[in-house]
Nanobody, 115 residues
Framework: QVRLVESGGGLVQPGGSLRLSCAASGSIFSIGTMAWYRQAPGKQRESVATITRSGSTNYADSVKGRFTISRDNAKNTVYPQMNSLKPEETAVYYC?????????WGRGTQVTVSS
C-alpha cells in the first residue's frame, strides 16, 4: 500500500505562483511514475504533469512553460511548481503514484486562483 499526502494548496492571485508537494509513504520502493492531476468543478479529472523515477517529465499542453514538476526520491516527495496561474486553473489537485502493487491517489488539495 502506498499512501500519498498533498499539501501546499490555497488561494493565489491570477499570475501568482504556488508550490505543492506530495509525500509518499508505505511501500515506496514499488513506486515508479508519479503525477499530478486536477479536477475543476463540473469537469473531468485531467493530467497536469508526470515524472518518472528517473526524472523524465511530461506536461499537459496547457501548462507547458509555466509548471515544473520535480521529484526527490530520497524524501519520496514530488513537487509541482506552478507559475503564472490562471483563474480557470482553480481546481482540486491530486497526487498520483503508479506502483508495482497498484496505483494510489491522494485526497487532493484545493487551489483557488482569484483576485
Amino acid at each position: 500500500q502506498v499512501r500519498l499526502v498533498e499539501s501546499g494548496g490555497g488561494l493565489v492571485q491570477p499570475g501568482g505562483s504556488l508550490r505543492l508537494s506530495c509525500a509518499a509513504s508505505g511501500s515506496i520502493f514499488s513506486i515508479g511514475t508519479m503525477a499530478w492531476y486536477r479536477q475543476a468543478p463540473g469537469k473531468q479529472r485531467e493530467s497536469v504533469a508526470t515524472i518518472t523515477r528517473s526524472g523524465s517529465t511530461n506536461y499537459a499542453d496547457s501548462v507547458k512553460g509555466r509548471f515544473t514538476i520535480s521529484r526527490d526520491n530520497a524524501k519520496n516527495t514530488v513537487y509541482p511548481q506552478m507559475n503564472s496561474l490562471k483563474p480557470e486553473e482553480t481546481a482540486v489537485y491530486y497526487c498520483y503514484a503508479a506502483a508495482t502493487i497498484g496505483a494510489s491517489w491522494g485526497r487532493g488539495t484545493q487551489v483557488t486562483v482569484s483576485s
